[in-house]
Each structure stands twice: as structure tokens, then as C-alpha cells.
């Protein structure tokens, strides 16, 4: 078999390493970190940063296809790689996910409509913010993730001080909008151009970071399915997209869906799928890198994620502590995903357990019994 690389090493790397051994790959994974999630499960591990040429290299000698996991992988580093191998997604389109300003502008080019926002790298911008934007959220343009980066605002007085305790670094104003629910979509798109999708996933944050994930029919009105799965698709398409990209939408009070931002990557709002769908993310990353055919996956299961945060393994005091995987795994369609880091830290994401079921009702009511279990709050 052929070898696939991925920059990054986190889990994300880690469960496109497993998908691409399942279909017959060997993987290599470019990470600094000795103890990285997918650098312990791949064939290959090259240890450099994103930036050194030697680790490039060395990549680009090992694999037949390189993709990326990592959010915040330097563009240079992919239009690099692609110099000498196939690489999705490309570097162009990654640059674009890194930046909010210029992944907001792309939404307005694609003419799907995202918050009102202001662009502020100035403090002539800062003056110039419009009113209407307050109170909204001010989050800086680039390596924002898990809601860091982010300081909501209120008035102008509140915005000055929000960006400079963000140092005076580019940043967006995004007028903050009243959610009734939050959901991403996850399309797939191949060098042909064929696209296909995952169904649309209801996302429930906390803290700004994702608790839970539900999927099955009518877990959002009908017509605001379609539209996201439009939307997404036409995102992808005005990025001439390659390889799997998630597009995180909200549900306003009104019923308006407005897009809010991309991950040129699987996502954790897509990790159902390795047990609820007949073809997972990973799988689909693997197929579009390696230009085998994009099938539409099909649903066999209705389904609840839960996210495994570090938090759950500090329930009983300062020492981290397994939580009771034996109570959570005697529950009918539970499947643990255990990311293999080294150390629990809170708010750290250490896995995801997915729930499968026949019914909506079953998905739930399991999914709420195995929260009660682990301390997750009821949703
Ligand atoms: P991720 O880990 O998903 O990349 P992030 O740090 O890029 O997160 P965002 O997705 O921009 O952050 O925002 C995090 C959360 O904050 C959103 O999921 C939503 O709950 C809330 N939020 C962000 N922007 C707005 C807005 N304009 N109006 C209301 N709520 C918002
Ligand atoms: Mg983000
Ligand atoms: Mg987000």
C-alpha cells in the first residue's frame, strides 16, 4: 500500500490514520510532538515543525497524498508539498479558514448570509464601527478556536478595551446574534468535483467549546436542513474545494440561517459518523486524497455525540481518574473514542462517545442515562 500523510497530529490525524489503515494505507504524520494522538498510531512520524524544510521534505519522499488536520498548518507548508504530491485541501483554500476577515468575505461572494461584521485592524476602524454591530462579539481575525480569542462587547467603551487586551491584532466585529440553535453541515468534495454531504448535526456549545451533537430527522425544521446542506455546498464549490470541509451555521430566532465560519478539515461535529453513517469523515478524507469515489454516506442510525472533555476525569478531587467507562459501556449502542493523550487537562478534549439507535427517543434517552453517568449536564 501507499503511504498518506497528514500535518498534524492531534486526534483528528489520528482517526484519518485509522480510516486510511482500515483501507489497506500506510500513514505518516508531521507533528513536533513525540506524544502526539496520531504520530503513536501511524507508521511514520516526522518530528518538525510545520515550517522546516527537512521535515517537508522528508514528508513529501515518505507519501503518495498529504492532507491536513491542523487549523492553523501554514499555507506555505501545503502549496510546498503540493510542489512535489497531490494535497488536500489545497493551501489556498486553508488560507481562507485561517482568516476570518477573508472567510467572511468569501460567504458574501458565495451569497450566503453570515452576521454583520466589521473588519478592524485599525484604530481608524475601530472608530468607524457602526452602532448596529453593538453589543457583538470581537474575535481576532487568525488562530482562534474552542471560543479563544473571543471577548464579547457591549459598547464602544467595552470594544476599545476588548482590542487592545487582544493586543491590537486584526480582528472581526461580528454583531452578536439571538441563536435558537446551532448546526454544521460536512461536505466532501473531490478533485472531479463531486460532492457529497453528511445530514445536518445540531450542535449544542458550552464555554465555547462543543458538548454535543445530535443527528436525526427532525432535529431541525425541514427547510433549514436543505438550506445549510446548500449553503455548505456552495462554499465549497466558490473555494474549488478538495477534501472534506465543515461549515458551522446558526439558526436564528427568526428562522434565519446565517453561515458562521469554516474548517478545511473533518470536525468534531462530524465524529457520529464513524458509527451512525456507512461512510465516516476520515473515510471520506481518505477517498477524496486518494481520488476514489465519493458515494453519498447513508444514515443507518439515529445518533448523539458526546464530548469527552478532561474536565470528566476530575470529578473526584485533583488527581485524574477514569471516568466509569464500564456503567457507560453497559448502555445499548455506546461506542468509546478514546484519543490516547498523554495527560488530562480540563477543557482538553480527550475523546468522544457516539450513541447509536434505532429511534431519535432511544439516541437521546441513552445519551442522557451515559451524561448522568459521567457528570455531563443534561441537555
Ligand atoms: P471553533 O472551536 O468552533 O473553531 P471558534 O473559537 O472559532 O470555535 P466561533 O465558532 O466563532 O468560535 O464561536 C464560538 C461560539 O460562540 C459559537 O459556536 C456560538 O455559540 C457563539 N457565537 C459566536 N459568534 C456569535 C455571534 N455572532 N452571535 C451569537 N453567538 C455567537
Ligand atoms: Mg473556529
Ligand atoms: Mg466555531
Redesign the pocket.
Known amino acids: 500500500g501507499a503511504t498518506l500523510g497528514v500535518l498534524g497530529g492531534g486526534q483528528l490525524g489520528r482517526m484519518f490514520a485509522h480510516a486510511a489503515q482500515a483501507m489497506g494505507y500506510f500513514t505518516a504524520v508531521l507533528d513536533p510532538d513525540a506524544t502526539s494522538p496520531a504520530g503513536r498510531v501511524s507508521h511514520h512520524h516526522v518530528r518538525t515543525g510545520y515550517e522546516d524544510a527537512q521535515g517537508l521534505a522528508e514528508l513529501a519522499t515518505l507519501c503518495a497524498a498529504v492532507t491536513t488536520e491542523f487549523e492553523n498548518v501554514p499555507a506555505a507548508a501545503l502549496n510546498r508539498l503540493a510542489e512535489s504530491l497531490p494535497v488536500s485541501p489545497a493551501g489556498a483554500s486553508v488560507a481562507i479558514a485561517q482568516d476570518r476577515a477573508a472567510e467572511k468575505a468569501h460567504f458574501v461572494k458565495c451569497g450566503v448570509p453570515c452576521?454583520p461584521y466589521a473588519v478592524i485592524e485599525t484604530a481608524a476602524q475601530l472608530a468607524a464601527v457602526n452602532d448596529a454591530l453593538l453589543p457583538g462579539?470581537l474575535?481576532t481575525a487568525r488562530m482562534?478556536?474552542?471560543?479563544?480569542g473571543?471577548i464579547r462587547v457591549k459598547t464602544r467603551a467595552e470594544l476599545a478595551a476588548g482590542w487592545d487586551e487582544l493586543g491590537q491584532v486584526a480582528c472581526v466585529l461580528?454583531?452578536?446574534?439571538p441563536?435558537a440553535h446551532?448546526c454544521s453541515v460536512i461536505v466532501a468534495r473531490g478533485r472531479n468535483g463531486d460532492i457529497v454531504n453528511l445530514p445536518v448535526q445540531r450542535n449544542l456549545?458550552r464555554d465555547?467549546i462543543?458538548a454535543v451533537t445530535e443527528v436525526y430527522a427532525g432535529n431541525l425544521p425541514a427547510a433549514q436542513a436543505e438550506q445549510a446542506i446548500a449553503a455548505a455546498k456552495s462554499v465549497a464549490i466558490g473555494l474549488d474545494y478538495v477534501g472534506v470541509l465543515c461549515v458551522?451555521f446558526?439558526v436564528l430566532d427568526n428562522g434565519q440561517l446565517v453561515v458562521?465560519?469554516i474548517?478545511p478539515r473533518p470536525h468534531n461535529s462530524g465524529h457520529y459518523s464513524q458509527n451512525a453513517m456507512d461512510v465516516s469523515q476520515f473515510e471520506l478524507q481518505v477517498r477524496c486524497m486518494t481520488n476514489l469515489p465519493l458515494v453519498q454516506p447513508r444514515q443507518h442510525s439515529a445518533t448523539v455525540m458526546l464530548n469527552l472533555l478532561g474536565d470528566l476525569w476530575f470529578t473526584q478531587g485533583e488527581t485524574a481518574k477514569s471516568p466509569a467507562w464500564d456503567q457507560v459501556l453497559a448502555l445499548p449502542g455506546t461506542h468509546l473514542h478514546l484519543y490516547g493523550k498523554v495527560d488530562a487537562k480540563r477543557a482538553r478534549k480527550m475523546g468522544h462517545l457516539n450513541i447509536t439507535a434505532a429511534t431519535p427517543d432511544q439516541a437521546r434517552d441513552t445519551a442522557l442515562q451515559a451524561a448522568a453517568i459521567l457528570g455531563i449536564a443534561p441537555f
Open positions: 452576521a462579539i474575535k482562534g478556536y474552542d471560543g479563544k473571543q461580528e454583531k452578536m446574534l441563536l446551532e456549545h465555547g462543543l458551522e446558526f458562521n465560519e474548517a
